[in-house]
């Protein structure tokens, strides 16, 4: 069965410093999403892309995070300088299409911030 | 804001038996998802429902939703060890999922 895959699996990072984390969404799904869990919170949404441009975005999704699809089969999620509140589960998803279908998700990035 | 909201938060019960957990939501939408997560994994979708739809089955699992009322339930009947895991319901409306808090349920054998 298809996979959402993301890479690394686990993240430490400096606060302050830059980290990209990766995903490569189902093939021939058309939106992909990325979702942050914060350890024992709910999964919040952060992102939707389509047509290589962000679809929407969510109040936590400031001018330090960004996305890029950079070669039609990686997406990836950045953020500029990171903060010790930013440690989470990332989640990537993927769906062909909106509405009738549900999301295919990676097994998350864990990024912690010290 | 849109949200689901799940109760009970947590749910132990015994192997064999059925758990039905419920979510509540504020707003209108066009489907609404259940997804399974395992401790420290990804979430593994089960199930979706189309606002137009009342109830709907897969396998072990049984879904109702009540737009007037702005609910959900997921059953599933004659759990097993291996159903242990954090459920949540996940609204969709303008083109991303809401999530809940989602219902811990534990099952022992």
Redesign the interface.
């Known amino acids: 069965e298809p996979e959402v895959t993301q890479t690394p699996s686990h993240q430490v990072t400096q606060m302050g410093q830059e980290v990209i984390l990766r995903c490569v969404p189902i093939s021939n799904h058309l ?1 992909f ?1 990325w ?1 942050r869990q914060i350890l024992g ?5 952060l992102v ?1 892309f389509y047509n290589n441009e962000i ?2 975005k969510s109040e936590i999704f400031d001018d330090q995070f960004s996305v890029e699809r950079p070669d039609g089969s990686n997406f990836t999620l950045k953020i500029r300088s990171t903060k010790l509140e930013d440690s989470a589960m990332y ?1 990537c ?1 993927s769906s062909p299409e ?11 990035t864990r990024l912690t911030v010290v | 804001s849109q949200q689901g909201e799940e109760d009970p938060q947590a749910l132990s019960i015994q192997e064999g038996e059925n758990a039905t957990m419920n979510c509540s939501y504020k707003t209108s939408i ?2 609404l ?1 259940w ?1 399974r997560q395992n401790s420290g ?8 429902i ?1 606002s137009n739809e009342r109830e709907k089955h897969s396998g072990r699992l049984r879904v109702t939703l009540d737009t007037s009322k702005k609910s959900s339930s997921l059953l599933i009947t004659a759990s097993r060890a291996a159903d242990t895991a954090s459920y ?1 319901c ?1 609204t ?1 409306a ?9 219902t811990t349920l534990q099952v022992k054998p």
């Open positions: 939106y999403y979702y919170q709910k999964v919040e949404f939707s679809s929407e989640f998803a909106q509405g009738n279908y549900g999301y295919t998700f990676g097994s998350g | 066009n489907n998802q997804y994994r990804g979430l593994v979708h089960l199930i979706l189309r949540f996940a969709d303008e083109g991303k999922l809401i999530f809940g808090q989602g």
